[in-house]
Each structure stands twice: as structure tokens, then as C-alpha cells.
């Protein structure tokens, strides 16, 4: 377990949860243009004029909604151990590239914190979340919790 990259992790999120101008957090999407209703859906006809083009350098600021590994990969916080981002079809990915070898999405959740899929699921995903803690600064700093609380049980 990467205890000092989880750390940094949380630090980032509580730091964003109090920024006004920092991302709309939402453990619903990695990154995608604050705008888009997600409970109606990416693929709506409204939702396309909002998709990401190739090479997009998404904005870190509250006209974006992302969740805390799309803040990690857009933010560039992890830039140095490898953790970036692309657009296909108009939707971010992460990508974490590690030597010769290149992760998505959830692949890269746990090779970066080398931690397993189920404990980056813990962490990340919205469904390990009561349905108001998914959204808003009380979400990030609940998933910045989260990730201390791995820390310090890793210690035990």
C-alpha cells in the first residue's frame, strides 16, 4: 500500500472541499463538464454538446464535476508517478503509465496505490457510499476520511 500517495490523495480533497472555485465533486463520473446532468445520463441528445474533444485539457474548477480519482488524474497531483488522462469518445479515462505498461481506469486506481481492486472500490466507487455522501464537499472529505482510515488500519 502506497500510505504516502493515499495520504497526498486526502490532502487534496480536503483542500478542494474547501476551495468554492474547486471541482464539484461527484463520485458519479471521473471528470465531466458540470453541466451534464448524470442521473438523466452521458448520452442524452443535451448532454452531448458537452462531451470532451481529444486533447482537452480539462479545467480543474467548479465547471467541472469529478470524482477524487478524476481530481488525482486532472489535477496533476500524481503527474510524477504517472497518473494522467485521455478523452475517448468524449468521456475522461485515467491512465497511469508505469514503465512500459499503461492502466485505466480502475486498473490504475490500484496499481497506483497498490491496493487491490475491491479496496480502490472502497475507496472510489459511489456505491460503497450512502446516497448523500456522494456528492459536494461533504463527499470529498468523506472519501478523504476513508483514505486515512486505510492508512491508519494498514498500521495497525
Excluded at 482537452?56 to 488524474?73: I, M, S
Excluded at 489535477?75 to 475517448?88: M, N, R, W
Amino acid at each position: 500500500m502506497r500510505e504516502d500517495l493515499l495520504l497526498r490523495g486526502a490532502n487534496l480533497l480536503e483542500e478542494d472541499a474547501l476551495n468554492p472555485e474547486g471541482i464539484k465533486f461527484n463520485l458519479g463520473t471521473w471528470a465531466a463538464d458540470a453541466k451534464i446532468d448524470l442521473a438523466a445520463g452521458y448520452r442524452t441528445p443535451d448532454a452531448r454538446q458537452f462531451d470532451y474533444h481529444e486533447d482537452q485539457v480539462v479545467p480543474v474548477n467548479c465547471g467541472t464535476q469529478a470524482c477524487a480519482f478524476g481530481l488525482f488524474a486532472i489535477s496533476g497531483a500524481f503527474k510524477d508517478e504517472g497518473l494522467s488522462y485521455a478523452i475517448y469518445d468524449g468521456k475522461l479515462q485515467p491512465v497511469l503509465k508505469v514503465g512500459s505498461q499503461t492502466y485505466l481506469n480502475w486498473d490504475a486506481v490500484a496499481i497506483l496505490f497498490d491496493i487491490g481492486q475491491e479496496k480502490g472500490w472502497q475507496l472510489f466507487s459511489a456505491d460503497f457510499y450512502d446516497q448523500d455522501l456522494r456528492k459536494g464537499a461533504a463527499a470529498e472529505i468523506a472519501v478523504a476520511t476513508r483514505m486515512r482510515e486505510m492508512v491508519a488500519n494498514n498500521n495497525k
